[in-house]
T-cell receptor
Framework: KAGVTQTPRYLIKTRGQQVTLSCSPI?????VSWYQQTPGQGLQFLFE???????NKGNFPGRFSGRQFSNSRSEMNVSTLELGDSALYLC??????????????FGEGSRLTVL | AQSVTQLDSQVPVFEEAPVELRCNYS??????LFWYVQYPNQGLQLLLK??????LVKGINGFEAEFNKSQTSFHLRKPSVHISDTAEYFC????????????FGKGTLLTVNP
């Protein structure tokens, strides 16, 4: 069974540009969450999607947005990039069912560097 | 709201020594608790989880953790570590109900020296 796939793995952008990151969840998983990982702040929750609907959102500015498609693939977008957006962006999927235990399966991440 | 405190940012140990990585949480509701491991340039992998039942939870790679409700702790232990256990370890908590968001601690870097 294929794991969570994130693309691209590495990318470099300049301030003011925008970026789109993609995440393909494990087959059959309907929930996708996004996290930002930085050395200073650790892992911070961005948002979670289930069945194309955003269910939870973290404390990030509106420059950070996401969406989920009918095949459960998800994208996140960051507009007007700032230096502080440099981070590892991790996507995680989970199998939703009644009594979901919240176990997340993570991809290897997309490492964004903003110059 | 939940929060997680990992008391040590770095833990150096020698190979074959025992190790304990400490985690304390706060939550106003019953919780689910997790330990994840992250190897360099990789995503996070689940080590073990506490959902309910026995307070001693066994995970992969010989790790175990004990849930202590009175002390709001969920410390991770391994009786004998290997060089390959060198990685960053994250404790995480999820509250009950329909909020599936995980709140992570800042992580503990375990370095196993020969």
């Amino acid at each position: 069974k294929a794991g969570v796939t994130q693309t691209p793995r590495y990318l470099i952008k300049t301030r003011g540009q925008q970026v789109t990151l993609s995440c393909s969840p494990i087959s059959g998983h309907r929930s996708v969450s996004w996290y930002q990982q930085t050395p200073g702040q650790g892992l911070q929750f961005l948002f979670e999607y289930f069945s194309e609907t955003q269910r939870n959102k973290g404390n990030f500015p509106g420059r950070f947005s996401g969406r989920q498609f009918s095949n459960s693939r998800s994208e996140m977008n960051v507009s007007t990039l700032e230096l502080g957006d440099s981070a590892l962006y991790l996507c995680a999927s989970s199998l939703f069912a009644g009594g979901n235990t919240g176990e997340l399966f993570f991809g290897e991440g997309s490492r964004l560097t903003v110059l | 709201a939940q929060s997680v405190t990992q008391l040590d940012s770095q833990v150096p140990v020698f190979e074959e020594a025992p190790v304990e990585l400490r985690c304390n949480y706060s939550s106003s509701v019953s919780v689910y608790l997790f330990w994840y491991v992250q190897y360099p340039n990789q995503g996070l992998q689940l080590l073990l989880k506490y959902l309910s039942g026995s307070t001693l939870v066994k995970g992969i790679n010989g790790f175990e953790a004990e849930f202590n409700k009175s002390q709001t702790s969920f410390h991770l232990r391994k009786p004998s570590v290997h060089i390959s256990d060198t990685a960053e370890y994250f404790c995480a908590v999820r509250g009950g109900g329909s909020n599936y968001k995980l709140t992570f601690g800042k992580g503990t870097l375990l370095t196993v020296n020969p």
